[in-house]
């Protein structure tokens, strides 16, 4: 973790109270990926699941026991097969990783 990383979890850990619950709605994904990386919109769910398993160690890291993340709607399975086939595939590569790493999370009280 750079050293402006650890500044910034000690400033809102001192600077007041921590939610111990929160919550997250992954949207967006598809207009990031067409509008900044310029590429296909598939690929912005990659990025973003990227991004919200960072953000989850960063509310870890300064308190918040509980996370719930809205990442999937049945909307979402109306998209283009290349699209929902990525969502799905993430998915799996996911809970895959969880289940190798369950120790991890057990230990660190994930």
Not at 22 to 27: E, Q
């Amino acid at each position: 973790m750079k050293w402006i990383h650890k500044l910034i979890l000690n400033i809102i850990k001192k600077g007041g109270k921590v939610p111990h619950k929160i919550a997250f709605i992954m949207d967006g994904n598809r207009r990031y990926a067409q509008t900044v990386l310029k590429s296909e919109k598939h690929l912005g769910h990659k990025h973003g699941l990227d991004r919200m398993i960072e953000t989850v160690e960063w509310c870890s890291l300064i308190g918040i026991n509980e996370v719930s993340v809205f990442a999937l709607s049945l909307d979402n399975l109306k998209r283009e097969k290349k699209e929902v086939d990525t969502l799905m595939n993430l998915a799996k590569e996911q809970f895959a990783k969880f289940v190798k790493h369950g120790n991890l999370f057990i230990q660190n009280g994930i």
